[in-house]
């Protein structure tokens, strides 16, 4: 390295304000609630390219390996630790960086603008992949799933599904031949049927798949037969195309990328259980998250809550106008309704499909820290005047006795915890969402 800022291959290293706005513009929006800590840090040169920055919600990225400064990632929940099997933001984060490098010399000419509109899938699919063969498979697929989001077929939206693994195949045929055919779209319905490709685009089969007995935690219910394929057998991507042109990719089982009006967003899991505070109980918070994520692409909405020990008796004063619909106490049609179909069980133990089915019903649903129900489709009494949406401003109300989560019609996760003796809740966690003070009208 030279002291001209030249690495020995005589790319100049970008400048800081210069990464500072291509890491806000194309990595930040990557991860839901984060921020760019003002100005730079100093780093050492040939140090880690990403690392944290003394705690796990401070994430520092280096433009390239010999740079000797740092932009740093900051949010309230914390980053994935490494020891996590899962994809985590270093992941994601390096893929950035090694995306950039390869399209550095065109950045501060006139082709920049174009390179970096398509960037941010150049991200996703190297995050994803572990050879560039399978990291082409992924582009292609990702850009004929864009072209068939904003297309219909028959007058309907395209709905499709691809999985890919490492197989070799002969005498088969190359899915760009495939897509050049009009009948292609309708070839698989994009949650229960599949077309499966090797590393080099090559078609290897037609799978009907079967709704697995046990659902993988972190994927959409609607998709669960497609994130078991992906789990069965080691390197497996699967990439999907929903009828409201949502692109979402799965890897071992967990949804890991989707996209949704035209933006990405990372979907990590183990910080957000952590996150959310309460209960005690993991496998309460876990059929939380994993009703809030079937709610969210299901586009029915939800607002549910956790009353920590102490505080349920404060329910009844919050239910308005009818208290009758306290499940355990109330005598409403609703609460015997709700109390029977549940068999008295708590909410983890519920089929994930009737829990998807209760969360979609108007109102709150509202669980004490065993997971009990206490209610469902609960109003509660927010207070006037508030600007807030009614999920916003019921999550924020449940928030103040243990937790409150909103999900928007349009699919945004956010959630609010009362920490400890503090009055207020303050924002805990969200996915798919622009702000953790994100005000909605729904």
Same mark, same amino acid.
């Given at each position: 390295?030279?002291?001209?800022?030249?690495?020995? =291959?005589?790319?100049?290293?970008?400048?800081?304000?210069?990464?500072?706005?291509?890491?806000?513009?194309?990595? &930040?929006?990557?991860? #839901?609630?984060?921020?760019?800590?003002?100005?730079?840090?100093?780093?050492?040169?040939?140090?880690?390219?990403?690392?944290?920055?003394?705690?796990?919600?401070?994430?520092?990225? @280096?433009?390239?390996?010999? *740079?000797?400064?740092?932009?740093?990632?900051?949010?309230?929940?914390?980053?994935?630790?490494? #020891?996590?099997?899962?994809?985590?933001?270093?992941?994601? *984060?390096?893929?950035?960086?090694?995306?950039?490098?390869?399209?550095?010399? %065109?950045? !501060?000419?006139?082709?920049?603008?174009?390179?970096?509109?398509?960037?941010?899938?150049?991200?996703?699919?190297?995050?994803?992949?572990?050879?560039?063969?399978?990291?082409?498979?992924?582009?292609?697929?990702? +850009?004929?799933?864009? /072209?068939?989001?904003?297309?219909?077929?028959?007058?309907?939206?395209?709905?499709?599904?691809?999985?890919?693994?490492?197989?070799?195949?002969?005498?088969?045929?190359?899915?760009?031949? &495939?897509?050049?055919?009009?009948?292609?779209?309708?070839?698989?319905?994009?949650?229960?049927?599949?077309?499966?490709?090797?590393?080099?685009?090559?078609?290897?089969?037609? &799978?009907?798949?079967?709704?697995?007995?046990? $659902?993988?935690?972190?994927?959409?219910?609607?998709?669960?037969?497609?994130?078991?394929?992906?789990?069965?057998?080691?390197?497996?991507?699967?990439?999907?195309?929903?009828? &409201?042109?949502?692109?979402?990719?799965? /890897?071992?089982?967990?949804?890991?990328?989707?996209?949704?009006?035209? =933006?990405?967003?990372?979907?990590?899991?183990?910080?957000?259980?952590?996150?959310?505070?309460?209960?005690?109980? /993991?496998?309460?918070?876990?059929?939380?998250?994993?009703?809030?994520?079937?709610?969210?692409?299901?586009?029915?909405?939800?607002?549910?809550?956790?009353?920590?020990?102490?505080?349920?008796?404060?329910?009844? @004063?919050?239910?308005?106008? =009818?208290?009758?619909?306290?499940?355990?106490?109330?005598?409403?049609?609703?609460?015997?309704?709700?109390?029977?179909?549940? @068999?008295?069980?708590?909410?983890? /133990?519920? +089929?994930?499909?009737?829990?998807?089915?209760?969360?979609?019903? +108007?109102?709150?649903?509202?669980?004490?820290?065993? !997971?009990?129900?206490?209610?469902?489709?609960?109003?509660?009494?927010?207070?006037?005047?508030?600007? *807030?949406?009614?999920?916003?401003?019921? *999550?924020?109300?449940? %928030?103040?006795?243990? $937790?409150?989560?909103?999900?928007?019609?349009? !699919?945004?996760?956010?959630?609010?915890?009362?920490?400890?003796?503090?009055?207020?809740?303050?924002?805990?966690?969200?996915?798919?969402? #622009?702000? $953790?003070?994100?005000?909605?009208? +729904?």
């Amino acid at each position: 390295m030279s002291e001209s800022g030249y690495s020995e =291959n005589l790319t100049p290293i970008l400048e800081k304000e210069k990464f500072r706005q291509l890491v806000s513009d194309n990595l &930040l929006p990557l991860f #839901s609630g984060a921020r760019l800590k003002s100005g730079t840090d100093q780093a050492k040169r040939n140090s880690e390219v990403v690392a944290f920055r003394g705690h796990q919600c401070a994430l520092g990225v @280096k433009p390239r390996k010999d *740079a000797d400064y740092r932009v740093v990632i900051e949010r309230s929940q914390p980053f994935a630790d490494l #020891s996590s099997t899962a994809l985590t933001e270093h992941e994601v *984060a390096s893929a950035f960086v090694s995306s950039l490098e390869e399209i550095q010399d %065109g950045i !501060g000419t006139n082709f920049e603008e174009d390179l970096l509109t398509t960037i941010k899938r150049r991200i996703v699919a190297k995050a994803v992949s572990s050879s560039q063969d399978q990291e082409r498979s992924v582009l292609r697929i990702i +850009d004929q799933l864009a /072209k068939w989001s904003t297309s219909l077929y028959e007058g309907n939206p395209i709905s499709a599904a691809y999985g890919i693994e490492d197989v070799r195949v002969r005498r088969t045929v190359h899915l760009e031949e &495939l897509w050049h055919e009009k009948f292609s779209p309708v070839m698989t319905n994009g949650y229960d049927t599949i077309l499966i490709s090797n590393y080099n685009g090559q078609l290897v089969q037609y &799978l009907p798949l079967a709704i697995p007995p046990r $659902l993988p935690p972190y994927a959409p219910l609607r998709v669960a037969a497609v994130a078991s394929w992906s789990i069965d057998k080691p390197g497996r991507t699967a990439l999907l195309l929903n009828r &409201l042109g949502e692109i979402l990719i799965i /890897k071992d089982g967990q949804l890991v990328f989707t996209r949704r009006s035209g =933006n990405w967003h990372f979907m990590v899991y183990s910080p957000v259980i952590t996150q959310m505070g309460c209960p005690q109980n /993991k496998s309460v918070r876990r059929a939380i998250l994993e009703s809030c994520l079937d709610a969210s692409f299901a586009r029915t909405g939800a607002c549910i809550g956790v009353m920590v020990g102490g505080e349920e008796s404060k329910l009844a @004063k919050e239910l308005a106008p =009818n208290k009758k619909d306290h499940i355990r106490k109330g005598k409403s049609v609703k609460a015997r309704f709700v109390h029977r179909i549940s @068999k008295g069980k708590e909410f983890q /133990k519920l +089929d994930r499909r009737l829990r998807q089915e209760l969360l979609a019903i +108007d109102g709150a649903t509202i669980l004490d820290y065993q !997971g009990r129900i206490l209610a469902v489709g609960a109003i509660l009494k927010v207070t006037e005047g508030s600007s *807030a949406g009614g999920r916003h401003a019921a *999550a924020i109300k449940l %928030g103040k006795f243990g $937790l409150g989560i909103k999900v928007s019609e349009d !699919g945004g996760i956010e959630a609010y915890h009362r920490p400890g003796k503090v009055k207020d809740p303050k924002p805990t966690f969200n996915l798919m969402s #622009s702000s $953790l003070w994100e005000e909605s009208d +729904d």
